[in-house]
């Protein structure tokens, strides 16, 4: 093992102890509030920064998916509103993540022949379409949300036992990050990379690309509808206010924070993401009615414009830049040269 | 499988399904023939304010490849500078007490402003924001996003929660007769007509003019007229300024017809994303279709979804969403819509 590949090893083994350890380490303020929330979040992001690294597509669906596995969880499972059938809580996620999938890949099916912009526009239209039946269906949305939706026991009261949601959410992000990792390596991951790269050299090839970038899209919907199902655990409740528009920046917002290309950079971003969204509020300045403890989406949306306008790779994007710079004054480094990534995508 | 394969059964599909949501709607209609015209005006008028908001858009993208995600939030912000200039400069009231009068120029006046307001910010956005990024048109994206974040905070900071309504005229009449019924003099009247003396315009200016040669050239290959000597960032100014005035106007027609109020911003950018993916991006005749055909969709789904004592209405979105799906299963690029 060469001393670089060690560094990085301990630096992820201290990682996941400061993680195990946290209920422990942090406040259970902290915990609730920051930690669990940037975990399920930074899984939606991660679902979204999926399909951009390995299929070169940016989906702004992801919101709408994960409202369909949560709001199916809810249906099925034991709550306040809604259709409650009283299903176990684990089957009733698990019907819900199903939810997600199939409708990922019917979603992937419609949007998966177009292309760059194009694929957003029809993403960004299909969650809206989301938004807006669950809006409209009461009978499935509960009139205004479902509330003190079951967990189960492995989970607990996220409010009074925040630690059992905080596990279970840490636990789905590692087995999420490894499993992309693992995705990417098998001839489908590659191909799906050759297609992001050049789909028309793909189809030459023989490849399927509609149907690769269909079975993508299938796969970040799963990631989607965990991330679906954990946000309902944490709020307790699903309600279709939750899953609109705003949601849906917040979570491309994170992903660019992170630096869209970068599966590590979901979580990083939702960090930043929830500890802004928490201690805004109280350092915030006032001034008029511009500024003020209120005025987190405005927050929001400078620092993302900040980020797309100084840095599109985001935090990450930053950190190699600055490696980059350090490694042309220092001499590269003895050993392989490192795989930053693919460069952030400049339009053709 | 090969896609020729599959081209004729699903066009004959795509046949029937047409035929049976044609039959379905001649049968409602037959049913009550007042309703039918009310709805289809419904319909039609809403197609109308749908034109002239997605006609700013799609102009914007066919020639610049900008997908202006702020689109909606310059169409709101329309809306509320109306509102409050009417109020403030006019002292128009929001709830219109018996007998109180609203002059012409006192509609006619803040339409101008905001309009006028909005074209500048939308040039100033360009200039600002976008000019030294083109060709990025994700980054593109993602900045008119957080703009659009920013303003819809902003607005909700400054103008409140509650829904308004930009008072129209009262020297107009309230109601116009249709065929049989009445139907709002606004909605049809002018609604309608500025949405044709729109497209009107916009065509001769683009099929007509040496301004629109050179947009129409510049959608083909901008590097081309670039090349011969035409100062191409003029242009996309001009084509911007076009599209945020579109925006604007759009806006004060919309707060009068139907209400400003937040949300209102995501609602007009998605309806304007459905139109350009049905019509096409930049295509004109494509955003007049797209926007009938959204427009249409949603009135008579609003109504003729019950079947017997089922009441489906409530899952009219649906309609919405079978519309784009079959638009992109048989053209992924829109009617008109060309490759980039």
């Known amino acids: 093992m060469t001393p670089a590949r060690a560094l990085t090893w301990t630096s992820v083994g201290l990682l996941l102890l400061v993680c195990a350890l946290a209920p422990s380490i942090f406040t259970a303020y902290w915990l609730s509030q920051i930690l669990t929330k940037a975990l399920w979040l930074g899984i939606a992001a991660v679902s979204l920064i999926f399909l951009s690294r390995y299929g070169g597509m940016i989906s702004l669906a992801q919101v709408g998916l994960y409202a369909i596995a949560g709001f199916t969880m809810a249906n099925l499972g034991t709550a306040f509103g809604g259709h409650h059938l009283g299903w176990n809580a684990w089957a009733a996620a698990g019907a819900g993540v199903a939810a997600a999938t199939i409708f990922g890949l019917l979603f992937g099916a419609i949007a998966s022949r177009s292309y760059g912009i194009y694929f957003l526009m029809i993403t960004l239209a299909l969650s809206v379409i989301v938004f807006y039946f669950f809006g409209q269906v009461t009978s499935l949305s509960g009139y205004g949300g479902i509330r003190d939706v079951a967990t189960p026991d492995l989970v607990g009261n996220p409010i009074t036992h925040p630690e059992g949601l905080y596990y279970v959410s840490l636990v789905a992000s590692v087995l999420i990050f490894a499993g992309i990792r693992y995705v990417a390596r098998t001839p489908f991951g590659l191909a799906l990379q050759g297609i992001r790269d050049d789909p028309a050299r793909m189809r030459a090839l023989g490849y399927n690309v509609a149907l690769h970038r269909t079975l993508a899209f299938g796969v970040g919907a799963f990631i989607a509808g965990i991330a679906g199902i954990l946000s309902v655990w944490y709020q307790t409740q699903v309600s279709p206010g939750g899953v609109g528009i705003g949601q849906t920046i917040n979570v491309l917002v994170i992903a660019v924070i992170g630096g869209l290309y970068w599966l590590e950079g979901a979580w990083i971003g939702a960090l930043l993401f929830t500890v802004l969204d928490n201690y805004s509020r109280t350092w915030l300045p006032t001034a008029g009615a511009w500024l003020g403890p209120e005025r987190f989406e405005t927050l929001l949306g400078v620092v993302f414009l900040l980020i797309v306008l100084l840095s599109p790779g985001g935090l990450v994007g930053i950190w190699n830049g600055l490696r980059r710079r350090l490694v042309r004054v220092l001499g590269p480094p003895r050993g392989a040269q490192r795989d930053l990534g693919p460069e952030p995508a400049e339009g053709p | ?340």
């Open chain 2, 1 to 340: 499988m090969n896609q020729r394969d599959l081209r004729l059964p699903s066009r004959l599909l795509l046949a029937l399904l047409a035929a049976a949501v044609l039959g379905w709607v001649a049968y409602k209609g037959a049913q009550n023939g007042a309703q039918f015209v009310t709805v289809s005006l419904n319909g039609i008028t809403l197609a109308a304010l749908y034109f002239v908001v997605a006609a700013g858009f799609t102009l914007i993208f066919g020639l610049m490849r900008v997908v202006n995600m702020a689109h909606g939030s310059l169409y709101l912000l329309a809306g509320y500078l109306a509102f409050t200039t009417q109020q403030s400069w006019f002292g128009v009231s929001s709830n219109l007490l018996f007998g109180h009068t609203v002059s012409v120029s006192s509609w006619i006046v803040p339409l101008v402003f905001a309009t006028v307001v909005i074209g500048v910010v939308g040039v100033a956005m360009q200039q600002v924001l976008l000019r030294w990024n083109q060709g990025q048109d994700l980054r593109q994206a993602l900045i008119t996003i957080a703009l659009s974040v920013i303003l819809a905070d902003q607005m909700l900071a400054h103008f409140g929660g509650i829904a308004q309504s930009i008072q129209q005229p009262t020297s107009w009449p309230n109601s116009v007769p249709v065929l049989g019924t009445h139907y709002g003099f606004f909605r049809l009247v002018i609604v309608v007509g500025a949405a044709l003396v729109i497209g009107a315009l916009l065509w001769a200016v683009i099929r007509r003019t040496r301004f629109g040669m050179i947009i129409r050239a510049g959608v083909d290959d901008r590097a081309m007229v670039s090349a011969l000597g035409i100062n191409v960032q003029v242009v996309f100014a001009g084509a911007f300024l076009i599209g945020a005035l579109l925006a604007g106007f759009g806006g004060v027609l919309g707060g009068t017809m139907i209400a400003v109020q937040p949300g209102a911003d995501a609602k007009f950018l998605l309806n304007s994303l459905i139109v350009v993916i049905i019509g096409g991006m930049g295509s004109l005749g494509g955003a007049a279709i797209g926007s009938l055909a959204l427009g249409l969709v949603n009135a008579y789904a609003d109504v003729y979804l019950t079947f017997g004592s089922t009441d489906l209405t409530n899952y009219s979105i649906l309609l919405t969403f079978i519309l784009v799906v079959v638009m992109l299963a048989v053209r992924p690029l829109g009617l008109f819509g060309r490759p980039a």
